[in-house]
């Protein structure tokens, strides 16, 4: 069950499953290799991972995650139906991962981003998307949390003010993947066919291919 | 040999291997449905996949993409191992898909953003990644090329103000992966053991895990 495809497509965004049942170092080791293995601009590798088993500041950045909840809940008309929404497992995983960016890695000419100033933030992305398969690949549930402020996480983990956090991933066995992604099952929002979103050899309405 | 792992490994940015063999429509297919299955902030699914076969529109950027190599040459001390090296395959290749963020959909609320404007923009990456390895499992090449201004990108390919290119991938079938990349194999810069970019629970000199 670990071929690519299959992985793509049973990867889900998880809140709700986690058991909290350790990760095997050489299970760690395999996930964090796959995602060192991306491609980045220039081959700078900009990106950094921070493993965080800590529950003191895992328990600082839930705190965190839910005032920025109810920062985005009072934005709603009706914030009714964003409150049935598990938005994270900060605390139930495992472990926490966070990706970081350090645009003066592979300084002073970076091979491909004189014109493209964020090519170095997109290389840290594809990292996290390895990351993310290969964890799918391991029977792991990932859940990305991106309610919080950035200065927040710099301040809570000694990030020095160069480097920037692009994601707080929440790592660790799962009871199950739900086949359809929470926000659809919530009636947040839906999936659209992929052929809605190809275009062919110029911006027009999207056509099938 | 489309394991998840062997793929992560095996996928290379590939700039001078493409053959301009024709790509199945089955496998163009599962290729962009597998990037459009990638996860993406409040489920926006915020990208677009441009599908360029046209020779004319090719060329175009490709003499663009000359122009910026000698304004990336031009801000070395000492160009001559840049110039060994080839940074794109725009003509060779089959097709190219450009890949764009519209940071309008989903909105007004798009959950997960209000704290992170960029979330939108790293959700495109994930599925740009998604692409890069569904493309390798094919036994496909992909090169990104980011030699450009995305003004010019726009313009040639009629794209709308507010939709921002955020990849231009050369794809297609390819004579072989190389095992090593190429700025590797052309002395330009070295990958780093994963070891060095793990660190425990907070930002601090790297060390394995």
Redesign the interface.
């Known amino acids: 069950m670990?071929?690519?495809?299959d992985?793509?497509?049973r990867?889900r965004?998880v809140r709700g499953q986690f058991t909290g049942a350790p990760i095997p170092?050489e299970v760690?080791?395999?996930v964090?290799?796959?995602?060192?293995?991306?491609?980045s601009?220039?081959?700078?590798?900009p990106?950094?991972?921070?493993?965080?088993?800590?529950a003191a500041?895992r328990a600082a950045f839930h705190e965190h995650v839910m005032h920025?909840r109810d920062?985005?809940a009072a934005?709603?008309p009706d914030a009714a139906p964003?409150h049935k929404?598990k938005?994270e497992g900060v605390r139930e995983s495992t472990l926490s991962i966070v990706v970081?960016y350090d645009p003066d890695r592979?300084s002073p000419?970076v091979?491909?981003?004189?014109?493209?100033a964020?090519?170095g933030?997109?290389s840290v992305?594809?990292a996290?998307?390895?990351l993310?398969?290969?964890a799918?690949?391991e029977d792991l549930g990932v859940g990305?949390v991106?309610?919080?402020?950035?200065p927040f996480v710099q301040q809570l983990?000694?990030?020095?003010a160069t480097?920037r956090p692009?994601?707080w991933l929440c790592v660790g066995p799962v009871t199950h993947l739900e086949q359809t992604?929470d926000?659809?099952r919530h009636g947040?929002?839906?999936?659209?066919p992929?052929q809605q979103?190809?275009?062919?050899?110029?911006?027009?309405a999207?056509t099938p291919?």
Do not use: K, M
């Not at 990106?47 to 800590?54: A, E, G, S, T, Y």
């Open positions: 670990n071929h690519v495809y992985v793509i497509h990867r965004d170092d760690l080791a395999r964090l290799s796959a995602a060192h293995a991306a491609p601009v220039g081959l700078s590798q990106w950094d991972f921070i493993v965080i088993r800590d500041t920025e920062v985005f934005t709603l964003f929404i938005i970081t592979g000419a091979l491909g981003r004189h014109a493209i964020d090519a933030l997109y992305c594809l996290i998307q390895n993310w398969l290969a799918t690949a990305w991106s309610f919080y402020r950035e983990l000694d990030i020095p480097i692009v994601a992604p926000l659809e947040w929002r839906h999936r659209t992929w979103a190809v275009h062919t050899d110029r911006w027009t999207p291919t």
